[in-house]
């Protein structure tokens, strides 16, 4: 991964704020590209003096590129369609009871589902194809998924920022940066999977 986080993080410094709503875009789709090395960087850059992007332009373009990356996933699992997910889906890892499971998780969860997914690592990445084939109201999609990734994106800005000023020389070493971002997110990782587990909790004891 070191040639590809070279690059990312390059598209981050040339681009700007095209990069980082480009490769948050990606994050929001099935490409591999975790929002925790585009979006800290970014903020690291911005707190540099003189630097050519802002904390909250930075939370901006992220929010923007991952809302233009799971409408795309929306709109495309809402054009494939279960019939063809159901009879092709085991072959990209979407078995027929994946998918069951994912409209059940889409009914009983539906806005707060995709608002807390935003969250989850892997998760956000998909939570976009069960809504599609779920056929989720799309305000309603839309409103949780900015909500979620606006808020995701601050976390990460606001971390961004701290390491950025406390370590400057991490932009120079990708393996050093992604350690250090990993080890400053995972409590805020740990939170809200503890904040999923007790609405899901909820859900079920007053379920009737």
């Known amino acids: 991964m070191h040639a590809w986080l070279v690059i990312w993080l390059q598209w981050v410094e040339v681009l700007g704020y095209t990069g980082v709503a480009l490769l948050m875009a990606m994050e929001s789709s099935i490409l591999p590209v975790p ?29 923007l590129g991952s809302y233009i990356g799971s409408c795309i996933m929306y709109a495309l699992a809402l054009w494939v ?3 063809l997910i159901l009879r092709f889906g085991k ?8 998918v069951e499971r994912a409209d059940l998780f ?11 997914s ?9 939570i976009s194809i069960p809504a ?17 990734s606006a808020m995701w994106c601050t976390v990460l800005a606001w971390f961004g920022d701290k390491i950025g000023r406390e370590h400057p020389e991490l ?18 990782v740990g939170g809200v999977l503890l904040l999923a587990a007790l609405y899901a909790l909820m859900r079920w004891l007053t379920r009737k």
């Open 35 to 63: 929002s925790e090395v585009v979006v800290p960087p970014a903020a690291i850059l911005a707190a540099q003096p003189g630097g050519a992007m802002s904390f909250w332009g930075v939370v901006a373009a992220g929010t």
């Open 106 to 116: 889409m009914q009983r969860f539906s806005a707060p589902g995709i608002f807390f």
């Open 91 to 98: 072959w990209f890892f979407m078995p027929p009871c994946k």
């Open 118 to 126: 935003r969250f989850l690592p892997v998760v956000r990445h998909l």
């Open 171 to 188: 932009m120079a070493s990708p393996e050093n940066l992604i350690h250090a971002v990993k080890d400053e997110t995972c409590l805020i």
């Open 132 to 148: 599609g084939l779920a056929r989720v109201n799309f305000l309603t999609f839309s409103i949780a998924t900015i909500a979620g």
């Open 81 to 83: 369609g279960r019939p």
